[in-house]
């Protein structure tokens, strides 16, 4: 015997009365469909304050902006072309571990000295605007990388981060 499912719920058209809602048997073929959601799109997330340095900007400045600008990325740009990207990962890869010790070296404080140009990620990836978010994350993720700047007509525009998509994610879900 099949099981079926009923509730009462409560009917203007009849005075306020309650009534019985249609049953539900297993047997019975219920399409259900999600509710259409809008879909967001970077443009809506992305930090437009963009930070960036020129590819002969010595690691010592680099290293002092992100920290005290408390970012994590910064955009190589020459010429008004985007060329690249730093990271504060990028960053402390360079730096010579022996910095502020009792160990430290000439040769340790010369990397300080060492231009953004050689630390940079070449060849970034970018997003449009319009693109949507599910996207930009599937290229965050397909490309392990933590950031990508947005670009629009040839145009740095915007930086978007796994934080602020993370963010939005979490927002979404509340």
């Known amino acids: 015997m099949p099981s079926s499912i009923s509730s009462l719920r409560f009917c203007p058209e009849t005075g306020g009365s309650l009534a019985r809602t249609p049953t539900l048997r297993s047997s019975d073929h219920v399409l259900l469909t999600p509710t259409p959601r809008l879909t967001m799109i970077i443009d809506r997330i992305m930090s437009r304050d963009v930070v960036t340095v020129a590819p002969d900007a010595a690691l010592i400045d680099i ?52 231009p953004a140009s050689e630390i940079m990620q070449g060849d970034p990836i970018t997003v449009a605007p319009g693109t949507p978010v599910e996207e930009a994350s599937q290229t965050l993720l397909d490309n392990r990388v933590s950031s990508l700047p947005v670009v629009e007509g040839g145009d740095l525009i915007g930086i978007v981060t796994g934080k602020d998509m993370l963010e939005y994610y979490v927002s979404e879900a509340a």
């Open 63 to 114: 290293r002092k902006r992100l920290q005290e600008g408390g970012f994590n990325h910064m955009l190589v740009v020459e010429d008004g072309a985007l060329c690249g990207v730093i990271s504060d990962r990028d960053v402390l890869k360079a730096i010579s571990p022996f910095l502020d010790t009792y160990s430290e070296k000439h040769r340790d404080v010369k990397t300080l000295s060492r």
